[in-house]
Each structure stands twice: as structure tokens, then as C-alpha cells.
């Protein structure tokens, strides 16, 4: 149980286009998503945490208005990268918390953005 | 949330123990100690946790010290499919549901 996965996992696009990533809770229901970035050998930086039906709150450095996240349910959150740039180009992850009461969180696979 | 200190790498031979060290000196009372480990390419994943007592699961051990402020990772037959990042996480549990990543050590395992 507990499976989170993403979608697609490996995307290249042009650079000035936008990109969505979904990720979703297979079989609970995620009262938390968080998305993270990694880029090469460095470890995973928070850019954002989502409450469904609530606005997204934003890490410090983090520009809301590039990088979109929508939480349509308790399954389903969202991350679209607007106008993507080559300086864009990471491997974002998502996890979801079920709410216990020590945190745990479930990760997705992650998907490989490339900008060209 | 506190700080944890982990060792930037370590080497453990196929079939044999792994003791990954974690110091969190500035833990506080209420702050869950959590093992995180991420495969190449892949997310992150749950390993285990604990508050106070030692902790067994079909993974792993974690052994935390009396005054908490350190605790080990234990795998007890390592495997080549254990290679990977451990990241030591401390949460507050509640309300506060962040996990803040450190750089972890990244364990190798030899054939």
C-alpha cells in the first residue's frame, strides 16, 4: 500500500513552453503533497507544500507564478512548470503524507525534466 | 527543524552488517528520527523511524542512543540493492510536516 507515482517520468521540451507533472496517491488519500527538485548530485530541495482545495504555500526563492501547483482532490495534485527555461531542467518529485501522526511521507517515482 | 550530521560516505562488502551513523544533538523531545534512502534516479524512500525505543523492521534496524542525540541505521545483510543515499530526517510530528534533506551518506556496496 501506500503508492504515489508521477506522470510522465521523463519529459524534453522547448524552451517558453510549460509543462505539467501530475502526481497521484494510488490507493490513499494524501492530506499533504509536497514537490521537490533535485538537481544533479545535490540532495532534494522543498519548493512547495499543497493542501487539496487550498493554495500552495511556496518555499522561500520559490516563484509561485512558474511553478503552478494545483491540488484538485486527495489523490491528485499538480505541478506545471510555465515557461520553462534550460536552467529549469531538474528531476522534480513528489511525496504525499496520509496524515499520521509522525509524518511519513510517500514518494513518487519523480520525472526527469529537460529543457532545451 | 534540528539538524542532523551524517557521514558523506560508506563501504560495506555484500552479506555483511551496515551501521550508518547519525548524530542530532539538537533534537528535541518531541522529534521523530526518520531513515530515508533514494535509489539512482528514482524518489526517495521510507526506511524507518523511531521517537525513543530501538525500532525492527523488515528493512532495517535504527538503534537510538539513551539521550537521543545520535542513532544508527542498521542493515543486517547488505545487498547490492541497498546501495543507495540514507538520509537521517528529524520531524517534529504534528502540524509540522516537512522533511528537510540533508546530503545523506551515500552508501556503496561491494560484490
Known amino acids: 500500500g501506500a503508492v504515489v507515482s508521477q506522470h510522465p517520468s521523463r519529459v524534453i521540451c522547448k524552451s517558453g513552453t510549460s509543462v505539467k507533472i501530475e502526481c497521484r496517491s494510488l490507493?490513499?488519500?494524501?492530506?499533504?503533497m509536497f514537490w521537490y527538485r533535485q538537481f544533479p548530485k545535490q540532495s532534494l530541495m522543498l519548493m512547495a507544500t499543497?493542501?487539496?482545495?487550498?493554495?500552495?504555500?511556496?518555499e522561500q526563492g520559490v516563484e509561485k507564478d512558474k511553478f503552478l501547483i494545483n491540488h484538485a482532490s486527495l489523490t491528485l495534485s499538480t505541478l506545471t512548470v510555465t515557461s520553462a527555461h534550460p536552467e529549469d531542467s531538474s528531476f522534480y518529485i513528489c511525496?504525499?503524507?496520509?496524515?499520521?501522526?509522525?509524518?511519513?511521507?510517500?514518494f513518487g517515482p519523480g520525472t526527469r525534466l529537460t529543457v532545451l | 527543524d534540528a539538524k542532523t550530521t551524517q557521514p558523506n560516505s560508506m563501504e560495506s562488502n555484500e552479506e555483511e552488517p551496515v551501521h550508518l551513523p547519525c548524530n542530532h544533538s539538537t533534537i528535541s523531545g518531541t522529534d521523530y528520527i526518520h531513515w530515508y534512502r533514494q535509489l539512482p534516479s528514482q524518489g526517495p524512500e521510507y526506511v524507518i523511524h523511531g521517537l525513543t525505543s530501538n525500532v525492527n523492521n523488515r528493512m532495517a534496524s535504527l538503534a537510538i542512543a539513551e539521550d537521543r542525540k545520535s542513532s544508527t541505521l542498521i542493515l543486517h545483510r547488505a545487498t547490492l540493492r541497498d546501495a543507495a543515499v540514507y538520509y537521517c530526517?528529524?520531524?517534529?510530528?504534528?502540524?509540522?510536516?516537512?522533511?528537510?534533506f540533508g546530503k545523506g551518506t551515500l552508501l556503496t556496496v561491494n560484490p
Open positions: 530526517i528529524l520531524t517534529s510530528g504534528g502540524s509540522n510536516y516537512k522533511l528537510t
Open positions: 511525496s504525499a503524507d496520509r496524515g499520521s501522526s509522525y509524518n511519513e511521507q510517500f
Open positions: 499543497s493542501n487539496e482545495g487550498s493554495k500552495a504555500t511556496y
Open positions: 490507493d490513499f488519500q494524501a492530506t499533504t
